[in-house]
């Protein structure tokens, strides 16, 4: 049996417009097709390829869009935590100060239990990933905060 392996990350869409298009017209299928490939793998030559989904790289609105949930800099935007966020009208930012609020589970989040934190059902909970863990954060502030929080 031959396995290829490729840890290169593969660009699965690209989207330009004026605006985001409809969450649920742009996912659906794409989860659908990515189940199967899942399930059966693909054909490559003569060989059956094995996918295995390690992880979703996105920017930080691009990762707040496909997960259905408020951006970054909303009051429940934190995508670890449970944290209430504060917002200073004079110096005009939102503040995270507890860093001992409960974790974001791919359970919790699945089921929706922090309606302020999800704006819509995203149909990547139809795949077999972990919500919280393997959508990764990529930018320097929560790169920074994961870092003093140990998360």
């Known amino acids: 049996m031959n396995i290829l392996a490729c840890d290169q990350p593969m660009v699965v869409a690209i989207y330009c ?4 298009p409809p969450l649920q017209e742009f996912l659906p299928e794409f989860v659908t097709e990515l189940n199967e490939i899942l399930e059966t793998g693909i054909q490559v030559s003569q060989i059956r390829v094995k996918v295995k989904i390690r992880y979703f790289v996105c920017d930080t609105p691009a990762r707040s869009f496909i997960k259905g949930t408020v951006g970054f800099n909303a009051k429940h935007g934190c995508i670890k935590c449970t944290v209430t966020g504060e917002y200073d009208k004079d110096e005009r930012h ?3 100060s507890k860093v001992d609020c409960p974790l974001r589970t791919d359970e ?4 929706a239990l922090d309606e302020d934190h999800h704006k819509e059902e995203s149909s990547l909970i ?7 863990e393997d959508i990764i954060i990529a930018d ?5 905060a994961t870092y003093l929080l140990g998360r």
């Open 17 to 20: 417009g004026e605006s985001k």
């Open 94 to 96: 939102m503040s995270f």
């Open 108 to 111: 919790s989040f699945r089921r």
């Open 126 to 132: 139809k795949l077999p990933i972990y919500m919280v």
């Open 140 to 144: 320097s502030l929560h790169l920074f």
